[in-house]
């Protein structure tokens, strides 16, 4: 088991750029949660997939996030344009029922927008 | 919206210290989940504890689940080095018959513990 894989590791870009955000969840999963953590609000989800499909995107920021699945084994992030209060460490988790079932977390994504 | 609040939101202690950390809601949940983040990593579950009143014990890790299921405990027995970490709490609600649990997480607890 590889675990939740993200990529890349960190990304540092100039504000007004294309940010995109990449994660493998667990083989076998069935629902991916995009998660946003900083100091000041902590850990925000931003959207929750299940079998593919987004199901709750309420806590995406504003229209320059979006997110898709286009299958059960990818799901990207992007921020288009990017700006520096988008500045964060962006996780993405996933898991096989979303009912009380614990959250696998990747490592995460540093983004610095400068 | 239901909101977790954490407290404290920083704890330094000494090795050996006993400490406390605090998860209180004026809402109800259906579970409970606590994780445990280290630098550079994502949060790892530690326990889930879904009946009021539940106490759940993971070594010297102890869970209790509050009786409204309102609020909940994380107790650390003799604390060690290796516990530093970012605590977290998050209660997930299945309110309207969804099968949906959404997870609130709390702020955190920064625990710093002193060889």
């Known amino acids: 088991d590889a675990g939740v894989i993200q990529s890349p590791r960190h990304e540092v870009t100039e504000m007004g750029q294309e940010v995109t955000l990449r994660c493998k969840p667990i083989s076998g999963h069935n629902s991916l949660f995009w998660y946003r953590q900083t100091m000041m609000r902590g850990l925000e989800l931003l959207i929750y997939?299940?079998?593919?499909?987004?199901?709750?995107d309420s806590g995406m920021p504003e229209d320059r996030f979006s997110a898709k699945m286009p299958n059960a084994s990818f799901s990207t992030l992007k921020i288009q344009p990017s700006e520096p209060r988008d500045s964060a460490v962006y996780f993405c988790?996933?898991?096989?029922?979303?009912?009380?079932?614990?959250?696998?977390f990747g490592n995460g994504t540093r983004l610095t927008v400068t | 919206t239901q909101l977790l609040e954490q407290s404290p939101q920083f704890l330094s202690i000494q090795e050996g210290e006993n400490l406390t950390v605090y998860c209180n809601s004026s809402s109800v949940f259906s579970s409970l989940q606590w994780y445990r983040q280290e630098p550079g990593e994502g949060p790892v579950l530690l326990v889930t504890v879904v009946t009021g009143g539940e106490v759940k014990k993971l070594k010297r890790l102890t869970f209790q689940f509050g009786d409204a299921r309102k609020d909940s405990s994380l107790h650390i027995t003799a604390a060690q080095p290796g516990d530093t970490g970012l605590y977290l709490c998050?209660?997930?609600?299945?309110?309207?018959?969804?099968?949906?649990?959404?997870?609130?997480f709390g702020q955190g607890t920064i625990l710093t513990v002193h060889p």
């Open positions: 998050a209660g997930a609600n299945n309110a309207g018959g969804t099968s949906y649990g959404k997870l609130t």
């Open positions: 997939f299940n079998n593919n499909v987004p199901i709750d």
């Open positions: 988790a996933s898991s096989y029922r979303p009912t009380n079932s614990p959250l696998h």
